[in-house]
């Protein structure tokens, strides 16, 4: 049961490639986020969808693209990934302004 | 715009001490302000929150109060124990009142509790 999950938890792959990372809540919320984390622990949003709608996008390269098939799930699709995209990647949900984070996802370029 | 300034560390302490970790912030608006804490290979939890004036979030021991006069929003506890090392991030965000807005986090603040 758990509330905010991700798939896959670590992803490693080869720069120039093509992924994505699942995001799903069961909490019943209507806004969703992907935040980034550097290597020096440093957070920072990239996203958020509310009620399917993009309202925020934070000078994130076009190469990232969330997609949000339906309001429980915030999918984050990455295209011809460098080596800077390397970081752990956290979705969230929110609800009267408190955040519930998944568990992150692991991103590794080579 | 919004940021969050907090200490750096690793901040390093032996059992049983006092513990605080230093957080202002600079906002427009009144935010809420909030502690994450976040375990070696976790993702982050909620600690505590505050969302207004003068409220003091606790939870676990630890405390911080939300200081509108001197933005900030020190967190505290007074009997650390090994098992709070983790980092401790320092963020803001929409009042309680909803939004879209994502949270502004501070750098985080590696703690390092010593047997």
């Known amino acids: 049961d758990t509330a905010v999950s991700q798939t896959p938890k670590y992803l490693v792959t080869q720069m120039g490639n093509d992924k994505s990372i699942k995001c799903e809540q069961n909490?019943?919320?209507?806004?969703m986020y992907w935040y980034k984390q550097d290597s020096k622990k440093f957070l920072k949003i990239m996203f958020s969808y509310n009620n399917k709608e993009l309202i925020i996008n934070e000078t994130v390269p076009n190469r990232f693209s969330p997609k949000s098939p339906d309001k429980a799930h915030l999918n984050l699709h990455i295209n011809s990934l460098e080596l800077g995209d390397s970081a752990v990647y956290f979705c969230?949900?929110?609800?009267?302004?408190?955040?519930?984070f998944g568990p992150g996802t692991r991103l590794t370029v080579l | 715009g919004d940021s969050v300034t907090q200490m750096e560390g690793p901040v390093t302490l032996s059992e049983e001490a006092f513990l605080t970790i230093n957080c202002t912030y600079t906002a427009t608006g009144y935010p809420s302000l909030f502690w994450y804490v976040q375990y070696p290979g976790e993702g982050l939890q909620l600690l505590l929150k505050a969302t207004k004036a003068d409220d003091k979030g606790s939870n676990k021991g630890f405390e911080a109060t939300y200081r509108k006069e001197t933005t900030s929003f020190h967190l505290e506890k007074g009997s650390v124990q090994v098992s709070d090392s983790a980092v401790y991030f320092c963020a803001l965000g929409p009042n309680s009142g909803g939004g879209a807005d994502g949270l502004t986090f501070g750098k985080g603040t590696h703690l390092i509790i010593q047997p």
């Open positions: 909490l019943g919320h209507d806004t």
């Open positions: 969230a949900s929110s609800h009267r302004g408190e955040q519930f």
